[in-house]
């Protein structure tokens, strides 16, 4: 079968992946509204699109805290690669190298910060942090990330408590025997694990934003916040002095019924106006949804369960083939729309439908 767009990716990992491993990716929490409505919300945005304008050249690189990408579409930090393909996260960070773009690795990785580092030397990583009871666990993983050249600390906001993922439950979902969250395997004591591979109760839910000037202390890594979906919490993002945010609702996996991303995105932008940088993940299925992300004012993108898909298509290969299927159609995208570079792209790109 022919790989065209991400949809076909999508249907082959529910196709070959074991269903235990495909529930666990595709979950959201109770009826899953927010995660349908991240991808429906984009389909109510329209194009205004330009004509007659230059698009023989066409240029689609941009930077992300002062480094090049080659399009504005990263991987977002999604647990547990190994269960879309055998060598899991490295095969990840070799894809985001290859295609010259970032790749945000997981703290529920099943392989090591070291593993990540050595499979794809010189690639553009981030590094995602959940903070857990333990903070001497937390603490060596941010400066384990900073020593292995990581470029960046992602402090995801939105989970104080896992969200109900009722398939998750139905399936009495557990990582297999030979998995394991490799990054904390020996930060907790005894073996009661839960379901996702660290003893219940493990993550700290009294983290509050006075949390950023401890994280600060520990590390010279510009931090990026994860979960923020209104105008106050951007405004408290830049007061408490990080570098970027990304609007995330964890792809629908926490509170269910929240707003969709892209529509949480342009209050977020305004808020921070221009002093960090905004990026969105969630609901990014076409590059057509790129582009309207960053013409509502999104520097980059990040895509969750794509790049897994792409994993269990056929590892690194598939993942690079998501990669480049998405960068084609953004390219065709702002040729269409008659952007020639993402400089020129912009809010008078787009208008909401009146359906």
Sequence with gaps: MAMVCLSDFEAYAKKYLPKIAWDYFAAGADDCTTRDENILAYKRIRFRPRMLRDVSVMDVRTKILGSEISFPVGIAPTGFHQLAWPDGEKSTARAARAMNTCYIASTYSTCTLEEIAAAAPGGLRWFQLYIHRNRAASQQLVQRAEALGFQGLVLT????????????????????????????????EGDDRSEYGLPPNSLDPSVTWN?????????????IIKGILTREDAELAVRYGVQGIIVSNHGGRQLDEGPATIDALAEVVEAVQG?????????????????????????????????????AYKGEEGLQDVLRILQDEFRLSMALAGCASVSEIGQHLVQFSKL
């Design 157 to 188: 906001a939105d989970l104080p408590y896992t969200g109900k993922r009722r398939d998750d439950v139905r399936n009495g979902f557990r990582l297999p025997p030979h998995m394991k969250v490799k990054n904390l395997e020996r930060a907790f």
């Design 211 to 223: 949390d950023i000037y401890w994280l600060r202390s520990l590390t010279r890594l510009p931090i």
């Design 275 to 311: 002093r960090v940088e905004v990026y969105v993940d969630g609901g990014i299925r076409k590059g057509s949804d790129v582009l309207k992300a960053l013409a509502l004012g999104a520097k980059c993108v990040f895509i969750g369960r794509p790049a897994l898909w792409g994993l």
